[in-house]
């Protein structure tokens, strides 16, 4: 005799998102280096001027 399960187990399926984690993680390099790259031309301008 079998037994049939009085009521299905439903698992609910993950919905797909947008993994946003990267993209803003490529920005953030981005804007970072280009503060960094900006603040070495203003030191090696403010030098220059300095030294001449």
């Known amino acids: 005799m079998t037994q049939e399960a009085a009521a299905e187990v439903h698992v609910p399926t993950q919905r797909v998102r947008s993994d946003l984690f990267g993209p803003v993680f490529?920005?953030?390099?981005?804007?970072?280096?280009?503060?960094?790259?900006?603040?070495?031309?203003?030191?090696?301008?403010?030098?220059?001027?300095w030294l001449v």
């Open 26 to 49: 490529l920005a953030t390099i981005g804007i970072v280096m280009l503060a960094w790259i900006a603040g070495l031309v203003w030191a090696a301008i403010a030098f220059f001027n």
